[in-house]
């Protein structure tokens, strides 16, 4: 991103981003030549100015058109069309410029030559028929099924010409077809009305129709890449930018094909796309990738966009270490500035909560706040790397991923893998060890916890993506069934990995990888050798146990995503969001917001062995983790550039841990020793009620999905009215009641509370309203009163 916006500063600071547009120099066209080929082509332009300040700005839906011939045609939505051969140009002005595109009009009256998979498959795939909630389900939609996203074309031309005894299609009267008919809203249709009556998609649906639906020659060019013009641009808040999509077909041939493409937007907060491939932006500063699809191919757009307002003087914040350059780098070109640097209460909550899942106790937070070391930070890190805490909440969390389950593994066998989880974070064991361990796990689950792994997932398919996903943050689960629709992973892909596990079984309490079994394309049933994503499906499957060279592949140095893919995830952990989000959906039309850190940090991790702790000591001695979650003028409305701490949601174990840790209460598991914390809870399917409403997930599959963070009302009624809880603030030896005992002094009592609730002394205001509420009422209450009021505050239920 560095390199790819090199220019952006410079402009920022050439022409004052809070000015309004520049006057335009000139006009820019893209392209500035078109050749019409056939005679039904047409193909739309971009209208860019360029500024007296260097910028180009799009003027596409402002220009106007003039053509200097009545050989094409120009519709409403600024597509041309030609209508008789020939050379010609267009005038086009915008913003008191003009510009010259050249049109070449070949073939326009030959007889059009259909082919199912060029011509008539984009259609379903515009208009949304193939998609997942439509025809392209599972088992189809109202008795007529066709494949997701147009993936086998020989299967949805046989779908619509031959099933339903041929009802859908009627090739002597076309526009009597049901397939028409529907689409146009003639007769009732649950997707309701998909096409305009006479428009240019419903005339060739109706053209191929009358043409005998053909299938098309076998050997006809296909579509071999895809180009998004522009690729990429610095665009102004609350602006729009008219995207143009490409199709290179295998002959050379170049298509504009922007009206049956899909788009997609990574960050609809930032951007949104229109289905004619209209971004505007908002009014947050940011990056963001918009992702064009067609025929299985993808390109990305990406848009960098500036806070517009005049760019003010920031104070200058000090370096901790080199990723406080990339992210300073990044905010310069935003016109954003950082927020200061977090006090030490702020750092001491943040970091503790972060990784032990628990908060400091008071007495903690009094001795860090006094303390004047200078390196009382970096050495508190040491101390919670240390504690058994930081092993438990990262048991919980890769358990969650690995699947440990007790209704699949038994009591036994389900806690002997979570602690072998356990016991290699709390030993600090480097991360692709810990890897290599589990995805060549074999043998007796006594002797080798880690193949419970195995136990849980049983089917082959679900390891290979299980493991894809957690180890390398790629979703393949998709491509078993059709093409990823967003990726360049196919069913060959999904197969080769499949092809891995496809000797491992459970049996009984043994797990092993045996025999030679041929996995074979779930489409084709043409066999596919083991071979790892991203290589080619050649050469045989490896000898002996597949798993082996699958692990020496997925934890090289050079492997594009396991490295990048522990660092995002860690990173993720410890700001509330990854560079690439949701984590464990890497994918090229999905890109990391900052891809440079996230390379050097790989990188560190590479060289340090895979020093999970290092990477962690690193992050957490950086300026922008240590930034504060006060927002100044300039960040507020930044939500994915780490300006600022980001308020995060502590997982449901989290949070009944901190609520059992303040009121001096800790919460009783059935079936589990007394003082268990609800982090070293290794059973998901523990019951209880306020880890279910508060997100826990059940462990029924490897994406981070399934933990939900989302606020509801029920939560917040549970922690204004629950009775446990009140029943913990009011117990008799609970924190509350010893405090009033032991404390008889109203001063140092409310200095006890803040400290316990919030790592922090109160503010002179706080304290006197809370010292004049301590001397209305009966003491005790009172201080429950002001209990409950900080453990339903949002300082008390974030971590910021």
């Not at 193949?451 to 943050?473: D, H, I, N, R």
């Amino acid at each position: 991103m560095l390199a790819r916006f090199a220019f952006a500063s410079a402009v920022l600071v050439a022409i004052g981003v809070a000015r309004a547009d520049s006057p335009v120099t000139s006009l820019e066209l893209t392209p500035n030549t078109i050749i019409l080929n056939g005679p039904t082509a047409t193909s739309s332009v971009l209208v860019s100015g360029r500024t007296a300040d260097g910028r180009m700005i799009d003027l596409t839906l402002e220009a106007t058109f003039r053509p200097k011939a009545s050989t094409l045609e120009i519709s409403s939505s600024k597509r041309i069309r030609g209508l008789a051969d020939g050379k010609t140009e267009i005038e086009i002005t915008a913003r008191g410029q003009t510009a010259l595109l050249v049109v070449e009009i070949i073939g326009s009256h030959a007889a059009r030559v259909f082919h199912f998979e060029n011509d008539i498959e984009p259609l379903l795939a515009r208009h949304g028929c193939n998609s997942s909630g439509c025809h392209g389900k599972a088992e189809g939609q109202g008795g007529f099924k066709l494949s997701v996203f147009g993936f086998d074309s020989t299967a949805d031309y046989a779908a619509l010409v031959k099933e339903g005894r041929g009802r859908r299609i009627f090739p002597s009267a076309a526009g009597e077809s049901l397939l028409l008919r529907k689409a146009a809203g003639q007769v009732a249709h649950g997707g309701g009305t998909r096409l305009k009556l006479g428009n240019d998609d419903y005339t060739t649906l109706q053209d191929w129709i009358k043409a005998g639906v053909p299938i098309g020659n076998p050997n006809a060019p296909h579509v071999q890449s895809l180009r998004l013009e522009p690729s990429e641009r610095i665009l102004k808040m609350s602006a729009t930018q008219q995207l143009r999509v490409v199709a290179k077909f295998t002959d050379g041939r170049e298509v504009d094909v922007t009206p049956h493409a899909r788009f997609q937007a990574n960050a609809e907060g930032l951007a949104t796309v229109s289905a004619d491939g209209l971004v505007a932006t908002s009014d947050s500063p940011g990056e963001v990738a918009i992702m064009a699809a067609y025929l299985g191919e993808t390109a990305v757009f990406r848009a960098l966009i500036p806070r517009q307002d005049a760019a003010t003087s920031a104070t200058k914040l000090p370096r901790f270490n080199p990723i406080d350059d990339y992210i300073d780098a990044k905010l310069s070109k935003l016109n954003v500035h950082a927020s200061r640097v977090a006090d030490d209460t702020e750092f001491l909550r943040r970091v503790t909560l972060d990784l032990t899942g628990a908060l400091p106790t008071a007495e903690e937070a009094h001795s860090f706040l006094k303390s004047a070391a200078p390196d009382k930070r970096a050495k508190w890190v040491d101390e919670l790397l240390s504690r058994p805490a930081y092993a438990d909440l990262m048991a919980q969390k890769w358990g969650d991923l690995l699947r440990v389950d007790r209704q699949a593994l038994g009591h036994q066998r389900a806690y002997a893998f979570y602690k072998w989880i356990r016991d290699s974070f709390e030993k600090n064991r480097p991360f692709d060890q810990f890897a290599k361990s589990l995805i060549t796990a074999e043998g007796p689950l006594s002797e080798t916890p880690e193949a419970g792994f195995y136990k849980s997932v049983t089917k082959p398919g679900e390891m290979a993506a299980s493991l894809s996903q957690v180890f390398l943050g790629v979703r393949i689960a998709c491509a078993e069934c059709h093409h990823h629709p967003f990726d360049r992973w196919t069913q060959t892909d999904y197969a080769g990995m499949v092809a891995f596990f496809a000797p491992v079984s459970a049996r009984g309490e043994f797990v092993v990888s045996q025999g030679n079994p041929v996995t074979n394309h779930p489409r084709t049933n043409v066999p596919v050798p083991a071979h790892p994503l991203g290589t080619e499906a050649s050469g045989e499957t490896p000898k002996g146990d597949r798993r082996l060279a699958l692990a020496e592949w997925m934890t090289d140095s050079n492997n594009p995503f396991f490295a990048r893919n522990v660092v995002n995830r860690i990173w993720a952990q410890l700001f509330g969001r990854g560079f690439v989000e949701p984590v464990d959906d890497v994918r090229a039309t999905n890109p990391p917001s900052h891809p440079e850190l996230l390379e050097f940090l790989a990188k560190k991790l590479v060289e340090s062995k895979y020093d999970v702790k290092a990477l962690i000591r690193f992050i957490t001695a950086s300026r922008s983790y240590q930034t504060s979650s006060k927002p100044n003028a300039t960040n507020e409305r930044d939500t994915q550039n780490f300006s600022r701490a980001y308020f995060k949601r502590p997982d449901a174990e989290v949070l009944l841990d901190m609520l059992g840790q303040v009121t001096g209460v800790p919460e009783k598991f059935a079936g589990m020793p007394a003082g268990t914390k609800a982090v070293q809870l290794w059973d998901s399917k523990a019951r209880h009620d306020f880890l279910k409403l508060f997100g826990r997930p059940a462990r029924l599959t490897a994406c981070e999905c399934e933990r939900n963070h989302e606020p509801s009302a029920s939560q917040i009624l549970n922690l204004l009215n629950s009775p446990q809880i009140q029943a913990k603030l009011g117990h008799p030896d609970g924190t509350v009641s010893t405090l009033v005992r032991m404390v008889p002094s109203d001063d140092p009592l409310v200095d006890k509370l803040y400290l316990t609730f919030y790592s922090r002394f109160p503010s002179p205001d706080e304290r006197k309203v809370a010292v004049e509420h301590l001397k209305k009422t009966d003491r005790k209450a009172a201080a429950e009163d002001l209990a409950w009021a900080m453990l339903n505050s949002l300082e008390f239920l974030f971590n910021h």
